[in-house]
Antibody, heavy 118, light 106 residues
Framework: EVQLEESGGRVVWPGGSLRLSCAGS????????MSWVRQTPGKGLEWVAG????????RYGDSVKGRLTISRDNAKNSLYLQMDSLRVEDTALYYC???????????WGQGTLVTVAS | EIVLTQSPDFQSVTPKDTVTITCRAS??????LHWYQQKPDQSPKLLIR???QSFPGVPSRFSGTGSGTDFTLTINSLEAEDGATYYC?????????FGQGTKLEI
């Protein structure tokens, strides 16, 4: 059974940094691209970043480019999102998702909540 | 960026109804369109991939059609457990984007 479990979400000040992690199980990590997708009540679902199977290709949504960095460690079956220069509008539930270049997001974690507030 | 517009935003339905949700893309996306179901306090779950392919384990009452710019998700003989918000998602070009969601109230 494919499982994705996010961690690392918390309350952080504007301008602060945070690192989200996602632990995967039930599948071979280096067979799949991975993504982070976030959700807010106001803006709905937003694709944030994607990474290919070996970590050599990454892409970002325009609203996070230059501030968020996606990475992975296939040996640990883990995905990461380094979040710097955080803004109030980055407040959201962040999902770890299997899928990127393949196009479809076939499995989602339960999400980790990031709140940016003073 | 490709914009996906779903209709309706909300629909009140009754068990055994047949429901159709539409998703229109701002430019042609082939069949790179996927549908997800999200129940309250749960993460989205894949229903239909590439416009019409059912994801394994999804009940056969869920089906999808379309190509280019116009797509539909149909739920036949609705069940009480189908009360949820449904989203379309395009993977034709980056940045990937989602529709605003359609909430079905049973």
């Amino acid at each position: 059974e494919v499982q994705l479990e996010e961690s690392g979400g918390r309350v952080v000040w504007p301008g602060g940094s945070l690192r989200l992690s996602c632990a995967g199980s039930g599948f071979k990590s280096d067979d799949y691209g991975m993504s982070w997708v976030r959700q807010t009540p106001g803006k709905g679902l937003e694709w944030v970043a994607g990474i290919n199977w070996n970590g050599e290709a990454t892409r970002y949504g325009d609203s996070v480019k230059g501030r968020l960095t996606i990475s992975r460690d296939n040996a640990k079956n883990s995905l990461y999102l380094q979040m710097d220069s955080l803004r109030v509008e980055d407040t959201a539930l962040y999902y770890c998702v299997r899928g990127y270049g393949e196009g479809v997001f076939d499995y989602w974690g339960q999400g980790t909540l990031v709140t940016v507030a003073s | 960026e490709i914009v996906l517009t779903q209709s309706p935003d909300f629909q009140s339905v009754t068990p055994k109804d047949t429901v159709t949700i539409t998703c229109r893309a701002s430019q042609t996306i082939g069949i790179n369109l996927h549908w997800y179901q999200q129940k309250p306090d749960q993460s989205p779950k894949l229903l239909i991939r590439f416009a019409s392919q059912s994801f394994p384990g999804v009940p056969s009452r869920f089906s999808g059609t379309g190509s280019g710019t116009d797509f539909t998700l149909t739920i036949n003989s609705l069940e009480a457990e189908d009360g949820a918000t449904y989203y379309c998602h395009q993977s034709s070009s980056l940045p990937y984007s989602f529709g605003q969601g359609t909430k079905l109230e049973i």
